[in-house]
């Protein structure tokens, strides 16, 4: 009888021991985040959360906004986090962003949320354009320092700029979007064609350019200020320059898709004060009011920031994207 007992005892200890591990639920949660925050973002939510486990899928903010457009019927996000502003309240209208009032959201700067009654996203951070300006390059070309928007136009800088496509670059849809806006229709359109003239290529990606002035691929990247910051921290021989006439800006934001408590918790912690603290490592400008620390080598964009209509923005791109294609798409890089 005692044999029998210690054999019995021993077979439970080890089903025990060999049981299944619990498995964390996992929320699909898309974003157009730089690659390189989204491990940073996962490990600090999952810690946080431990039965709950992120899975990313990631890309520019234009293909994944035409991506959860084409899902709308049949969704596979349950978050987006890391959009921007007005690809949140343009999938807020097509009905793919549920209104959901976040824990903590009391916390939040109102300019970085969504204005409109049923609130359906939340600014987690603030990105700028700027010129990345090559000092070396420059020199090699003689070229001068720009120091507003109209000196791109000049014959000097033929050949030597690149900027993001706005049809498959959010950064790139937010400066054609902000010159339109600061502009005039009219006057929007006409500049960018004079600037076409010194384009040398229009890249998918925001923060290519200002990579490319890093490397002195081209002397100028209109592109992510954040993105200059950085590779100037590094060493690169750039200057930020904000440019005279004010900078457009946007706000990448989370919002939710399905409604399921686990998702919702995604996106409650996104806006959390921890989560900020995070966004603040990167990003001068973040979404909680009571975070805000300097980034090195970061200009002072809160002087420079122009007045933007998200709404705007969103209605609008449609018609726009279209009309810049038509005139500007054949000086982009192959995708």
């Given amino acids: 009888m005692k044999q029998r007992w210690m054999i019995g005892s021993i077979a439970a200890l080890g089903a025990l021991f060999t049981a299944p591990v619990f498995a964390a639920e996992e929320v699909v949660v898309y974003t157009a985040f730089e690659t390189d925050v989204l491990a940073k973002y996962k490990v600090a939510f999952e810690q946080a959360n431990p039965d709950i486990e992120i899975k990313w899928v990631r890309d520019s903010t234009g293909i994944m906004t035409a991506k959860l457009l084409a899902e709308k019927n049949n969704p596979r996000a349950e978050v987006v986090w890391g959009l921007a502003g007005s690809s949140m309240a343009l999938l807020k209208n097509a009905g793919i962003l549920k209104p959901y009032s976040p824990k903590g959201v009391e916390n939040l700067r109102t300019s970085m949320i ?25 020199k090699q070309y003689n070229l001068p320092k720009p120091t507003s928007w ?17 049809a498959s ?36 990606s925001g923060s290519k350019p200002c990579v490319q002035a890093g490397m002195g691929e081209v002397a100028i990247g209109v592109s992510m200020a954040l993105r200059g910051a950085k590779l100037k921290t590094q060493g690169a021989p750039l ?10 800006w946007e706000s990448e934001a989370v919002g939710l898709v399905k409604p399921s408590a686990a998702a919702k918790r995604v996106v409650d912690w996104s806006i959390s004060k921890q989560a900020n603290e995070l966004y603040n490592e990167s990003y001068a400008l973040v979404g909680h009011k009571d975070v805000s620390k300097a980034v090195t080598n970061y200009p002072n964009v809160q002087d420079a920031m122009v007045e933007m209509d998200f709404g705007k923005m969103a209605n609008d791109r449609k018609v726009v994207l279209r009309t810049w ?5 054949s000086k982009s890089e192959a995708k």
Avoid at 116 to 124: D, L, P, R, V
Avoid at 239 to 248: M, R, T
Wanted: aromatic content about 14%; overall charge negative; proline content about 5%.
């Fill in 239 to 248: 200057d930020v320059i904000l440019p005279d006439g004010g900078i457009g």
């Fill in 114 to 138: 969504d204005p409109e009654e049923n609130k359906a996203w939340y600014g987690n951070d603030a990105w700028f354009n700027a010129i990345c300006f090559n000092e070396y390059v420059a």
């Fill in 150 to 166: 109209d000196d791109l136009l000049k014959p000097v800088y033929k050949g030597h700029i690149a900027m993001p496509n706005p």
């Fill in 169 to 204: 670059s959010g950064t790139g849809y937010m400066q054609v979007s902000a010159w339109l806006q600061t502009m005039g229709e009219d006057k929007g359109w006409r500049y960018m064609a004079k600037l076409n003239n010194n384009i040398a290529h229009y890249t998918h």
């Fill in 325 to 329: 294609s038509d005139k500007f798409d």
